[in-house]
C-alpha cells in the first residue's frame, strides 16, 4: 500500500488547521459616536421610543428616562419628556466631555461638529443630511452653540435640531450635545408675526 498520498493529505490538513489556528478574527466594529447619534436622530420622530429607558426622576413639568443609546466615551445620557401645548414633546442629550482645559474642550466641541455635519439619517426609505455652521469658539465668551438640522426632511422631521455645544459651568468647561424639536420653526414664527 502506498502511503505518501495519504501522508500528503494528512499533511495538508494539518497546515491548514494550524494556519487557520493563528489567523486572528477579526473583531466586531466597535460602535462609534456618529453610529449612536444616527441612531437617535432616526428615533426623533418616534419620541426616542425605542431608546427610552426607565424613568430616573419625574417633576410637575418634566419626567427624565435613561437613554439605552450612549455613545462610546460620554458622561451623562438622557431623555427628557416635557409637555408643549398638551402633547409630549421629547429631547436627547448627552455630556460628551468636563473638563478645566478649555483647549481640550475646544477640541472636543469642534470634534463632535465634524462627526455630525454631513451625516445621513435613514428614515422610511429616504436619506437626509445634518447642515449647520460652526460657531467658533471663543474662551472669553464662555459658550459657543452650533446648530444643524437637516436638509429637505419630511413633515415629521421639520422640527428637528442638533445642537452642539460649548459652554463654561463654574469651574470647567462642559461639553454637550442634544437632539430636540424646535418649538416654532422660522416659518410658523413669521405666519404668527403676519
Excluded at 463654574?170 to 424639536?181: A, D, R, T
Aim: proline share 7%; charged share 25%; glycine share 4%.
Amino acid at each position: 500500500m502506498n502511503y505518501r498520498p495519504l501522508a500528503a493529505l494528512l499533511g495538508a490538513s494539518l497546515f491548514s488547521l494550524s494556519v487557520f489556528a493563528q489567523s486572528p478574527v477579526p473583531a466586531a466594529p466597535a460602535p462609534s459616536f456618529r453610529a449612536d447619534v444616527q441612531k437617535v436622530v432616526a428615533d426623533f420622530a418616534h419620541g426616542f421610543a425605542s431608546i427610552r429607558g426607565r424613568q430616573l426622576d419625574q417633576d410637575p413639568q418634566t419626567v427624565e428616562y435613561a437613554s439605552l443609546v450612549s455613545p462610546e466615551g460620554t458622561k451623562e445620557t438622557s431623555i427628557t419628556r416635557y409637555s408643549s401645548n398638551g402633547k409630549p414633546v421629547y429631547s436627547w442629550q448627552s455630556v460628551l466631555l468636563r473638563t478645566e482645559d478649555y483647549a481640550e474642550a475646544a477640541k472636543k466641541y469642534k470634534w463632535a461638529f465634524g462627526e455630525l455635519k454631513g451625516m445621513n439619517v435613514r428614515y422610511v426609505v429616504d436619506q437626509y443630511t445634518l447642515e449647520g455652521r460652526f460657531d467658533k469658539p471663543e474662551e472669553e465668551r464662555n459658550f459657543a452653540s452650533s446648530e444643524l438640522r437637516l436638509a429637505h426632511p419630511p413633515a415629521p422631521l421639520r422640527k428637528l435640531k442638533v445642537r452642539v455645544q460649548l459652554q463654561y459651568e463654574m469651574p470647567e468647561w462642559k461639553v454637550s450635545i442634544m437632539v430636540y424639536e424646535q418649538e416654532k420653526t422660522d416659518d410658523e414664527q413669521a405666519e404668527h408675526m403676519d
